[in-house]
């Protein structure tokens, strides 16, 4: 598989690039277990990686028109997972 790459008129080199190995975008599947008996971690069995769990109902005014969250409401959310952590 080859991909090709404008490259300035000024320089000169390849125009092409061959990647050896498939390239697969696609994540991993995540595999969610209890981490130590405590239901706010989890655990993913595929990567390792230790997740904290918050549960928190998304609201309606926080939302647009097309019901997705507005990207500067994230912020409400990550406060709320960095707070809930002691509770």
Not at 12 to 24: D, L
Not at 34 to 53: I, P, S
Not at 55 to 79: G, I, K, M, P
Request: aromatic share 18%; charged share 25%.
């Amino acid at each position: 598989m080859s991909f090709s790459y404008p490259i300035p008129s000024d320089s000169a080199g390849p125009t092409a690039v061959s990647f050896s190995e498939e390239c697969n975008v696609r994540p991993k599947p995540f595999v969610p277990l209890v981490f130590d008996g405590d239901k706010r971690y989890v655990k993913d069995e595929t990567e390792g990686l230790v997740w904290h769990c918050s549960r928190l109902r998304t609201l309606y005014a926080d939302t647009d028109r097309s019901q997705v969250v507005y990207h500067a409401n994230f912020l409400r959310y990550f406060e709320f997972g960095r707070l809930d952590w002691d509770f």
